[in-house]
């Protein structure tokens, strides 16, 4: 019995089809390939060079049949550098104030150099693999990020990079539609930077932290434990 | 020059009717110069499910551009979830697409258990199919009674109104929400079934059968409805996968895809007996049709999920306090509007570091610009209401 566990064990450690897409990758990108991380069985990461951005997005569609574009987003690594300040007084009262000292920037999966990365996922309906790509854009401290858009590899990628371009204030290079797309005309911000405050926190307290709900199941042994207490 | 009124005689009748006929004709075959003309649409309409607008440039009946204009329902989810704990979150993703709350939940929950490496004992997981599957019916009734009325009959959404009720009814009393059950949580569901719920939920199944009938006769039958989405909005399957269209919007173009089946899930699809419809058209007929099956379907797979229940746990030992390790996962599942996903990033602390949200409505929609061209406006309600979207999905 524990043979037979143990192989299947190693068999889903070693993930052929991803490791090949992501060799593929870096055949096809040379020096625009950076990393690679994959979670055996269950999915793909790549991280390029921006300037690799399009020519990635044309492979995958065309050499690796991954037709269906998922989405396009981005993420900004700064840690929230408001710490526990924008919270309401009576969060401080419950927690305290803890310093306000940001801490170090990290990076997730795949690394990363830049406070701003893209990501794009695309998808295989043939093959039923995905794959999540990204890229470091503009310099470390987050200046000036720029990227080039895809809509000529998909067309659906328009909205996605408006609201990218919105949100995040990432420059979309060749994009001929960029208007704001959720926000309202002439609003100042890029709202899901790290660095833009949440104000409505500061006037509410964080809802329900203080009264972890009981698990079920649990409730029972508390009542127990009690009765126990009480003999 | 001849004079060409010398051979006409006023007194001959039918000489006067030709000449009339004549004239009539060359006014008609004139190219007339029209004026563009620029036609608002919503925000509020019954065919948006909520407050979308469209900027409809016409010439004439004719569609010139189409341009759909969101934001007036964006709550900022994807913000929010910042500053909310894992288990808060779920009450908040329930209002993206509010007719099928319980799917939203689902796919969160399972990104933020394959961080923490959880996993949900097997009669949970069989309860969260069921109730997904059922939150299905209840969203695609709707569409199935919307989409007749969109069209001019009135009749069937009563019918949807009426039969969706024993659905929801079901869904209130095992989670005791019709709307936003905020039932799922990390490692299990909140609370076993009521005692009579399988065979209360069985019967149910049943009455949506004869509603899934009913519309065949009543709505797919009908030779005006069929003449009104045969051939009107038609897309092609290479354009569907890059606007990345997902669920029956893509069904309906033939593409054979369905996360269900194709997707390793830890929910129990992989149990069932069932089978995935697709249709060749890519029409707005096509779509409803699929759609119909897929209910069917479903209430088939309820009744399989009830009968094989294993008995058991309904939650994983997990800790009292939620944090979940630091790391990255992408989980995606079909829920009734399609492929929706979410990708936490987590630091390790109470609160997600970053969620995007990747609904299937702002997708399914961002077609629309491409896929209103050049239509006749009658055919903007057809396609948008066979589209199937809500707001709140696509404005998170």
Redesign the interface.
């Known amino acids: 019995m524990s043979t037979t566990e143990e192989v299947v064990e190693e068999e889903v450690v070693t993930d052929t089809v991803r490791e090949a897409i992501a060799k593929a990758f870096a055949d096809e990108l040379g020096d625009g390939f950076i990393e690679q991380h994959i979670n055996p069985?269950?999915?793909l990461?790549i991280r390029i060079a921006a300037s690799s951005w399009v020519d990635a997005a044309l492979f995958a569609r065309n050499k690796l049949g991954m037709?269906?574009?998922?989405?396009i987003?981005a993420?900004?690594w700064l840690p929230?550098p408001y710490g526990r300040e924008m919270e309401s007084e009576q969060d401080w009262v419950v927690h305290g104030k803890e310093d306000a000292t940001p801490e170090e920037m990290?990076t997730?999966?795949a690394g990363g150099d830049t406070r701003f990365q893209m990501?794009m996922?695309l998808y295989s309906?043939e093959e039923?693999i995905?794959v999540?790509i990204k890229a470091d854009v503009g310099d470390v401290a987050g200046a000036a990020p720029a990227i080039e858009s895809l809509i000529p590899v998909?067309?659906?990628a328009?909205?996605?990079e408006r609201e990218v371009w919105e949100?995040f204030g990432i420059d979309i290079i060749g994009h001929p539609d960029k208007r704001?797309?959720?926000?309202?005309t002439g609003f100042e911000g890029n709202?899901?930077r790290k660095d833009y405050p949440?104000v409505a926190?500061r006037v509410k307290p964080?809802?329900?932290?203080v009264d972890?709900?009981a698990?079920?199941?649990?409730a029972d042994d508390e009542a127990d434990a009690a009765d126990g207490a009480d003999a | 020059m001849t004079d060409v009124t010398a051979d006409l005689d006023i007194n001959d009748s039918e000489q006067l009717r030709y000449i009339a006929a004549q004239a009539a004709d060359a006014r008609v075959n004139v190219e007339l110069e029209t004026e563009g003309m620029t036609l608002n649409i919503g925000p509020q309409h019954p065919a948006t499910h909520g407050t979308l607008r469209i900027v409809a440039r016409l010439d004439g009946e004719l569609v010139i551009s189409a341009e759909p204009i969101m934001g007036y329902m964006h709550r900022g989810y994807e913000k929010l979830t910042e500053v909310r704990t894992y288990p808060q979150v779920t009450t908040l993703i329930n209002r993206i697409d509010w007719v099928g709350s319980f799917a939203n939940e689902v796919p969160f929950i399972l990104a933020a258990e394959e961080l923490m490496e959880v996993e949900a004992p097997p009669r949970a997981q069989y309860i969260r199919t069921a109730l997904f599957e059922m939150g299905r019916i209840a969203n695609i009734m709707l569409f199935l009674g919307d989409m007749a009325v969109q069209l001019g009959g009135v009749t069937a959404i009563f019918y949807a109104f009426r039969d969706r009720e024993f659905v929801l009814n079901q869904i209130e009393s095992a989670t005791g929400g019709r709307f936003h059950p905020n039932f799922n949580r990390i490692g299990g569901v909140k609370d076993d079934l009521p005692a009579g719920w399988i065979a209360e939920t069985k019967s149910s199944m049943q009455k949506v059968r004869d509603f899934c009938d009913e519309m065949e006769d009543l709505v797919v039958g009908n030779e005006i409805f069929q003449s009104r989405c045969r051939g009107v909005g038609v897309i092609p399957a290479e354009k569907a996968l890059e606007y990345g269209l997902s669920g029956a919007n893509l069904r309906g173009s033939g593409v054979d895809w369905d996360l269900r089946r194709d997707e390793d899930s830890p929910l129990a699809w992989k149990d069932l007996d069932w089978k995935v419809w697709t249709h060749p058209d890519g029409d707005s007929f096509s779509r409803y049709w699929v759609r119909l099956q897929e209910t069917r379907e479903a209430t088939y797979m309820v009744e399989q999920l009830l009968d094989g229940l294993p008995s058991g746990p309904i939650m994983a030992k997990v800790p009292r306090i939620i944090k979940v390790p630091a790391g990255e996962s992408y989980v995606q599942t079909e829920n009734p509007l399609g492929a929706m996903g979410y990708y936490v990033v987590s630091k390790g602390e109470l609160t997600p570091f970053r969620v995007k949200i990747r609904t299937a409505s702002f997708s399914n929609m961002s077609i629309s610009p491409w896929l209103l061209e050049g239509v006749y406006v009658p055919d903007i309600a057809t396609i948008l209401a066979s589209l199937y979207f809500i707001l709140g999905d696509i404005d998170r």
Do not use: C, K
Not at chain 1, 67 to 71: A, I, N, R
Not at chain 1, 180 to 184: A, F, G, I, R
Not at chain 1, 215 to 218: R, S
């Open positions: 069985g269950s999915d990461w037709t269906w574009l998922d989405f987003s993420m900004d929230n990290t997730g999966i990501m996922r309906t039923h995905g999540t998909y067309a659906g328009s909205w996605h949100m704001v797309l959720y926000l309202p709202p899901m949440l926190r964080w809802p329900g932290i972890v709900e698990m079920p199941g649990e």
